[in-house]
């Protein structure tokens, strides 16, 4: 019998696909809305619990299918993604996420926003809110972590204090955010991001 796992709050009937990644050696699987860049599951590392939970609360265009149909797009999930190219694009441990200041444009930042729904939090923080003014962001600026973090690397956290708030608080609270279990893959970054001031 497969374990069983509790859908995400308001995201249950989408149409998606299957995606995974590897995560210490293990490999987990999700549900994807592509048309509109979000995460529709939780991360299932167990294939057949996978398809069972898709066929419960996923859809396709065609609409509703049974468990062999998902367990094929299951399977399908470990050698292709329609996410990205590489396989080490979405291999990850969690010694490497703590590893500090992450890098700019990664598959990994992707998943965050997408299991986040690409909130900015930042209502929550005055001081990183007027950071981010200051750099002058405004809400409809998607690239403001990436354009952060990018001269972070480059500068140093110290030399950019206004950028770094607005990324180490972006990545801390969206990974306190994330829903379901996809804290074991963003708590990691999290404390990596924290542990560099």
Request: proline share 6%.
């Amino acid at each position: 019998m497969p374990q069983d796992f509790a859908p995400l709050p308001d995201r249950i009937g989408y149409v998606g696909g299957i995606e995974s990644l590897m995560l210490d050696g293990r490999r987990h699987y999700f549900g994807f809305d592509y048309s509109s860049d979000v995460i529709l599951t939780p991360l299932i590392d167990d294939p057949e619990a996978m398809a069972v939970f898709a066929s419960e609360y996923l859809r396709q265009t065609t609409g509703q299918h049974d468990v062999a149909y998902w367990s094929e797009l299951v399977a399908m999930s470990v050698d292709r993604s329609d996410l990205v190219g590489e396989e080490a694009d979405r291999t990850f441990t969690s010694q490497e996420l703590r590893g500090g200041v992450p890098e700019p444009g990664t598959h990994l930042l992707y998943l965050l926003g997408a299991a986040t729904e690409w909130e900015d939090w930042f209502a929550e923080a005055p001081e990183v809110a007027q950071a981010y003014e200051r750099l002058g962001f405004d809400e409809d600026d998607s690239e403001f972590l990436d354009q952060c973090l990018e001269v972070v690397r480059k500068d140093g956290v110290r030399n950019r204090p206004d950028e770094w708030a607005v990324a180490r608080y972006h990545v801390t609270m969206s990974a306190q955010h994330a829903p379901g279990n996809w804290g074991i893959l963003f708590g990691p970054l999290a404390e990596g991001v924290a542990n560099q001031d």
